[in-house]
């Protein structure tokens, strides 16, 4: 196999810049960067990752710090932070906390600070002050999504403004009596997201002069199945149910509309239904929704990384970076019955 000479030689550089240019530690221009990278593919060079770790200091490995791996949002989220990592030249470890308390204080306490990453990508969760201090004491780039950290870069939607809009939505085609299937307690645990959703439910019909109405509320947890059994019960009763349900997730909402169908319900006509999320079926349902792409948060994220990684790549990106989402209007919402 060709040596660093070789390539050093074919691109007509030092082997110095042959090292920074394929790590991506140092600065090279993008040209000549370009000029190595086409002569090591020609040669078929391959950098030695122990080699390349032990001159550098670094493994080119970020962990991942999840809570589910078997959810959309979070899949989704690793898809665009993989990606990202595979363009930047990095690798991913991933930490799933889905095991219980013994499972997650073992990624902090052990394998985190076994110091075989570069950094570590915190997703949507809500670190304990001993958690977070783990982290800290690493003294690798850190950044979090899902909600604020003390000391870390975030970036995280406005969940309280979000909800209010997606119940603004509704209450601007003319309903009055929406429902919300919201989060169960045991979400309270990652930055108090149920409780915010909530709030801004209420907040928009009190804003537009409606008390909140206990009997419309349904906790889920977050599941097309979860989704599915609470609108069963918000539906169940002709006099009693709304014309609108809100959902704080897409999934939940997808749930709520295979529920309606089975109770012989026509969405929209009969019953209007709104998520957040952006959820890859939302289309297909043909479900409106405050769509908050995860993918490129998880892409977003990885460049924050990166800029704390290669200082001077490009102007730093604030502390904690408000996300944006959109509302997309499809056909699961209309005006009330007459």
């Known amino acids: 196999m060709p040596g660093i000479d070789a390539v050093a030689r074919l691109a007509g550089v030092s082997t110095a810049t042959v090292s920074r240019a394929l790590s ?54 690793l898809e665009g932070a993989g990606a990202a990592l595979l363009r930047n030249g990095y690798d991913l470890t991933l930490y799933g906390l889905a095991g219980g308390a013994d499972e997650r204080r073992s990624v902090f306490e052990h394998f985190l600070l076994r110091k075989r990453v570069d950094a570590v990508l915190a997703l949507t969760i809500e670190l304990t002050n001993r958690e977070l201090q783990s982290l800290l004491d690493l003294q690798k780039p850190i950044v979090g999504i899902g909600g604020p950290l003390v000391g870390v870069p975030t970036l995280s939607i406005d969940d309280v403004d979000v909800a ?44 537009a002069g409606l008390e909140p109405d206990p009997g419309l509320f349904r906790p889920a947890d977050f599941t097309i199945t979860g989704g599915y059994a609470a609108a069963r019960l918000l539906l169940e009763h002709p006099l009693t149910r709304p014309t609108a349900v809100f959902a704080a997730s897409d999934e939940m909402a997808l749930g709520c509309m295979l529920a309606a169908r089975d109770l012989g319900l026509n969405v929209p006509r009969e019953l209007s239904v709104i998520g957040i999320d952006g959820h890859e079926y939302a289309e297909f349902f043909g479900l409106t929704t405050m769509a908050q792409y995860p993918g490129r948060q998880g892409e977003q994220a990885v460049e924050m990384l990166m800029d704390q990684l290669h200082p001077g790549r490009r102007e730093a990106a604030p502390a904690n970076v408000p996300l944006p989402v959109e509302l997309v209007v499809r056909g699961s919402t209309a005006p009330p019955p007459a």
């Open 164 to 207: 209010r809009r997606a119940t603004d939505h509704l209450l601007g085609l003319g309903h009055r009596r929406i429902g919300m299937i919201g989060g169960e307690s045991g979400f309270e645990l990652d930055f108090h997201l149920p409780t915010n959703r909530r709030s801004g439910y209420e907040f928009a019909l009190r804003q």
């Open 24 to 77: 991506g530690n140092g600065h090279v221009s993008p040209a000549t960067r370009i000029r190595v990278q086409e002569a090591a593919r020609q040669l078929g060079y391959v950098v030695s990752s122990p080699a390349s770790s032990l001159a550098s200091g670094r493994t080119k490995n970020i962990g991942v710090v999840v809570p589910f791996l078997n959810r959309w949002f979070y899949s989704s989220v």
